[in-house]
């Protein structure tokens, strides 16, 4: 953040330079939104954001602050039935909730036709959330498969047939 904002202004020039100066501006009174990693979420606003393109950091680590707790109630959950019934009907929330968010904000469905789409549904940690989820189970599910299934070559079955059974046996 410090080289972009302090140092590159001083190694560029051109008839289009001026548009960097008006990109890094925000970073003058919202630097402390990328420190503190929530420049995902405030400001608001596009183009109030300090370096906008970086929404995804802060994103990924408010998203995996549910790992823990995912892990916790999967580790006390010893039955594969009952820890599949939890985490499919945890997933099922959060596709509910995704879409019920993406909904409420009434913002459009895609990015290319709405910039406050963008800013206010796309970069929020809310929206990512069931996609997320769903990696988290789908990596405990391969887990679970790899210990009980032991090493096997990977040449013996091909990657279709080892997801099937992964997901019989899971």
């Given amino acids: 953040m410090l080289l972009v904002t302090k140092a590159l202004p001083y190694l560029g020039s051109g008839p289009v330079w001026n548009f ?10 919202n630097w402390w939104t990328n420190v503190l990693w929530v420049n995902n979420l405030y400001p608001a606003a596009f183009d109030d954001k300090c370096l906008p393109w970086t929404w995804f950091v802060p994103c990924y680590v ?18 594969k ?16 909730m995704t879409f019920a968010f993406a909904f409420a904000t009434d913002h459009g469905a895609t990015i290319a036709t709405s910039d406050e789409f963008f800013s206010k549904v796309f970069m929020n940690p809310l929206f990512h959330l069931s996609s997320f989820f769903l990696g988290i189970c789908m990596s405990l599910v391969y887990v679970r498969f790899r210990k009980e299934r032991g ?11 080892r997801l099937i059974e ?3 046996h899971n």
């Fill in 151 to 161: 090493h096997i070559s990977a040449l013996k079955n091909s990657f279709s047939s």
């Fill in 81 to 96: 039935m009952m820890s599949g019934i939890i985490l499919t009907s945890i997933t099922v929330m959060a596709v509910i």
């Fill in 20 to 29: 960097y100066d008006k990109l890094v501006a925000p970073c003058q009174t």
């Fill in 62 to 79: 408010q998203l995996s602050l549910i790992v823990p707790p995912t892990l916790f109630l999967y580790k006390k959950v010893q039955s």
């Fill in 166 to 168: 992964m997901l019989r």
